[in-house]
């Protein structure tokens, strides 16, 4: 499934980001995005062998700017919450998403080390998968 790859791709085309999205972890460079996979169900199964997912992910925000920081995670959090159906389309037919939501609005992680400021949101996207 290329959920993650067309959710970055869609952030990437609509905010202003600090960074480039990578996946799963944050780089090692001063300002970094990083988005991740969190443990997620299957929530309906179909008799035509489909089945709707409650495909959950986590966004990272990393900055040396606390202010530039929490105003990127807060445009993610925005362009995100409340998507509807055909807004992120998957380029492999692997699946369908219904909306996606903040579950977890953005919050403060840590300041790390280096002086760098880390943010966080989570997300669920409803996605249907497969049937014939």
């Known amino acids: 499934m290329d959920f993650i790859k067309q959710i970055s791709q869609y952030l990437t085309d609509k905010v202003v980001l600090n960074a480039p999205i990578t996946s799963p972890v944050l780089k090692s460079d001063p300002s970094s995005v990083a988005i991740r996979e ?18 959950q992910f986590q966004i990272l ?25 055909g807004t992120v389309s998957s ?27 880390i943010f966080t949101a989570l997300f669920t996207a409803e996605l249907e998968q497969g049937g014939k």
């Open 38 to 55: 969190t443990p997620s169900s299957v929530s309906s199964r179909y008799l035509n062998t489909g089945k709707s997912v409650d495909f």
């Open 61 to 85: 925000v990393k900055d040396p700017g606390i202010i530039k920081a929490r105003d990127t995670i807060n445009g993610i959090t925005k362009a995100l919450d409340g998507i509807l159906s």
């Open 91 to 117: 380029g492999d037919d692997s699946f369908s998403m219904t909306k996606c939501e903040c579950y977890s609005f953005p919050s403060w992680v840590e300041t790390n080390e280096r002086n760098e400021h």
